[in-house]
Every structure is written in structure tokens, then in C-alpha cells.
């Protein structure tokens, strides 16, 4: 470990490294979705309104049509908790997400960060209240999503809850 680098001093109370986040809004940038939805001028996350069948740049509501309307953003997060075991730090997830809108070149508030970050954790917290339920797991999106976060298992092309 680079002791030189702050960003990855490990925390002496909590054994895990301020840095596990890093390279978030790249990959973030580099998925195709994404990058798509930044190019547009909206939002990192977007809320889908099921009755207008639009996504929309207002604040994100903890639903499952926005967990599967975010799950490009939701993947790498998820990825990551699997491999740290804990949630992202919000103020972590903060600094990547004002990341990714500079990558844009959009203006970005600190209260914007912040409940985008917030929302990210929303949708997390969907996803776990929602992981055993059977419709969760036989559709694609919210599947790939559990197996991301390591609730479920697929083997040789053979789903195993």
C-alpha cells in the first residue's frame, strides 16, 4: 500500500480503504448507457415515472422502476460492495459522482451530489428489501443486479436462488 497517497491510507478503525471507490465514475463514463443519458443533460440517476413512461431529472424515488432504470449506474456500486462487504460512504460516492458530471463537463451543486449519492443508497436498500422475492429473480435486470451483489449464484447456465 502507498502510504504516500492519502486516498488509500487504510482506516485503522475499520480495516477497509478510503479508496475502494476510485475509478467509480470511470467506469460509470465508459458504460455506453450511461454515458448516453450524461450526453442527454440528465442526471447520473434518473427517476422513471411509470405512468408518464418517461425518465425524468427530478428526485429519485426508491421503487423498483427506478432500481431497473439505474441499474447501469447500480452495477459497478454493487461490484464493489461485494468486494468490500459494506456500503459505499456517501461522501465517497459524493466525490465520484461530481466526478462523473465534470467528465460532462455539467454543473454540479453540492445538494445535487449529495442526494445522488443518497439515491444510489436508495436504490441499494430497495434492492436487499427485495432480494428473495422470486419475480426479482426471474427478471434479467434486477437478476444480473443480485448477482452483482452477491445475493444470488448462476452456475453453468443453471439458475441456483
Known sequence: MDASKPEAVEDSQS??????????ACLWDNNPEVRQRM???????VHYDPKLQKKLNVKVEKTAHNVRTNAAVL???L???KLTNGLPAIDKL????????????MPITENLANSQSWAIRDMISVLKKNKTKHAWHKDPVTRQLLL??????????????
Open 75 to 77: 452495477g459497478p456500486v
Open 39 to 45: 450526453r442527454k443533460k440528465f442526471n447520473l440517476l
Open 79 to 81: 461490484k464493489i460492495m
Open 15 to 24: 480495516g477497509s480503504k478510503d479508496d475502494s471507490l476510485s475509478g467509480l
Open 148 to 161: 452483482d451483489m452477491g445475493v444470488c449464484e448462476e452456475e453453468a447456465g443453471l439458475l441456483l436462488d
Open 94 to 105: 459524493m466525490v465520484q459522482v461530481a466526478d462523473v458530471f465534470g467528465r460532462f463537463s
